[in-house]
């Protein structure tokens, strides 16, 4: 099974801030990964898919990265509506399909 | 729109069963791989379960395998999942979601997800 680490736990910031989130694989997984961010009481809600193509109607704002075992979210510029929690999946040895732990973006 | 309502949800004594319900509009259902997804209070998401279009195909995660079985009815638009022998692991919240279609490829990510049906189980 493939493990997903996400760093760090906790970012804090303020919104316009740039914000960098991080996954690791276990194993490389190739470009075989997603983004998800998830508000309380919501469903996630995906953001990115093969490590860097945004889903249909996500704001230019948020870009990812990386293959093979290091991952990157980038969020350029905080909004207001993007203090959430976000989470990676991989898809390339699956199943199980598995997700990182999740990184909180909280209002510093 | 793609709309997802799960149903079925609530307490159940441990080593009890429930079946969870998801009723599926907005899309074309029957040729869609679906999945569930679930989420343990406070906690990270954690894939539980998929079944092919054509429900042909079924994986399971290892901590629901063997208890625990997925399936459809393309006639009814509506995805199932049937839990035995429940736990207090398996309190969380259930979600529903679609597999990933974009530029005319199919992906094992989440694309569209229900609002999601607490299972809590406790004596």
């Known amino acids: 099974e493939i493990v997903l680490t996400q760093s760090p736990a906790t970012l804090s910031l303020s919104p316009g801030e740039r914000a960098t989130l991080s996954c690791r694989a276990s194993?490389?997984?190739?470009?075989?990964l997603a983004w998800y961010q998830q508000k309380p009481g919501q469903a996630p809600r995906l953001l990115i898919y093969d490590a860097s193509t945004r889903a249909t109607g996500i704001p230019a704002r948020f870009s990812g990265s990386g293959s093979g075992t290091d991952f990157t979210l980038t969020i350029s510029s905080l909004e207001p509506e993007d203090f959430a929690i976000y989470y990676c999946?991989?898809?390339?040895?699956?199943?199980?399909?598995?997700f990182g732990g999740g990184t909180k973006v909280e209002i510093k | 729109q793609v709309q997802l309502v799960e149903s079925g949800g609530g307490v159940v004594q441990p080593g009890r069963s429930l079946r969870l319900s998801c009723a599926a509009s907005g899309f074309a259902f029957s040729s869609y791989a679906m999945h569930w997804v679930r989420q343990a209070p406070g906690k990270g998401l954690e894939w539980v379960a998929v079944i092919s279009y054509d429900g042909n195909s079924k994986y399971y995660a290892g901590s629901v395998k063997g208890r625990f079985t997925i399936s459809r009815d393309n006639s009814r638009n509506t995805l199932y999942l049937q839990m035995n022998s429940l736990g207090t692991v398996d309190t969380a919240v259930y979600y529903c979601?679609?597999?990933?279609?974009?530029?005319?490829?199919?992906?094992?990510?989440?694309?569209?997800w229900g609002q999601g049906t607490l299972v809590t189980v406790s004596s």
């Open positions: 979601a679609t597999e990933h279609r974009e530029d005319h490829e199919a992906r094992p990510y989440f694309q569209h």
């Open positions: 999946q991989q898809r390339s040895n699956w199943p199980p399909l598995t």
């Open positions: 194993q490389s997984i190739s470009n075989y």
